[in-house]
């Protein structure tokens, strides 16, 4: 038996949301829904310092005003660090992770690893630290998760084939700050498999991130869902719209 198609919106409550968040609601919600599916809504709010619960009341008031009607609205990532908790300690009891002490600026250094794109190649310089030169250190660490040498392949709804190898095009990859605060891999990935979600349709540009997310859930005993990654939308200058710049932000939308 199929399971009954379940997608998701998961803003960020930073801001109003604009035509191209608007663009990414409308197809995560008619996927699923033109399959006699449901939508889940999720506020993904783990940057408290950027994030406001006025703004989520928008995102939600905008939502209704467009017509696209939730089944469930999750519970949002800012309270669910205990949920997190265990999930990393399931990470842990299987010796897959290290503490990592490398500083941004070590990591975006001109001769650190990087792709073509200029994306940065974690090299694994934590890796194997001794328990003595972590404690020389003096200072918390975020939480590396070592990745296999494998090679990863989906499908996707929008942008055909997609093939990452990890170990060659990421590296081993942070899933808790050093403040304690736990990274959107992580956290997605724990809030999709929990709530029973069967494909993710967003921005184009987490493209890369579905890799690491397909083996946390493998890590974690959860299905790999569908994936669409959308086209972005532009500005006619050809800049990604920002909430920041109020680039058409549904308020302005709304007045005319």
């Known amino acids: 038996m199929e399971k009954r198609p379940i997608g ?9 949301m604009h035509l191209g968040n608007v663009f990414a609601a409308l197809l995560s919600w008619l996927s699923p829904k033109s399959q006699g599916g449901g939508w889940i809504l999720r506020m993904e709010d783990l940057d408290t310092l950027r994030t406001r619960a006025e703004y989520a009341e928008l995102l939600r008031d905008d939502l209704r005003w467009l017509g696209l009607h939730w089944d469930e609205e999750t519970q949002p990532q800012s309270q669910r ?4 908790d265990r999930y990393f300690e399931q990470l842990r009891d299987l010796g897959l992770l290290y503490p990592c002490y490398c500083t941004r600026s070590q990591l975006h250094n001109v001769n650190a690893p990087h792709l073509s794109d200029g994306t940065y190649v974690y090299p694994g310089t934590c890796r194997d630290l001794s328990p003595e030169a ?18 990863w392949q989906l499908t996707d709804l929008a942008q055909g084939e997609f093939v990452q190898n990890l170990a060659t095009d990421c590296g081993d990859f942070v899933v808790r700050r050093a403040d304690g605060v736990y990274v959107y891999q992580l956290a ?3 809030d999709d498999g929990e709530a029973g979600v069967t494909e993710v349709v967003r ?51 709304r007045k005319r």
């Open 8 to 16: 998701r919106f998961a803003p960020t409550p930073s801001g109003r």
């Open 81 to 84: 660090s205990a949920v997190y």
């Open 134 to 151: 972590q404690k020389a250190f003096g200072r918390a660490p975020a939480w590396r998760l070592r990745v296999p040498d494998r090679v």
């Open 188 to 190: 997605v990935t724990v």
């Open 203 to 253: 921005g184009m540009d987490l493209l890369s991130s579905a890799p690491r997310q397909m083996y946390l859930q493998e890590l974690f005993g959860f299905s790999h869902p569908e994936y669409g990654h959308v086209p972005m939308l532009l500005a006619p200058d050809g800049r990604r719209l920002s909430k920041r710049d109020r680039d058409l932000d549904l308020g302005e939308l």
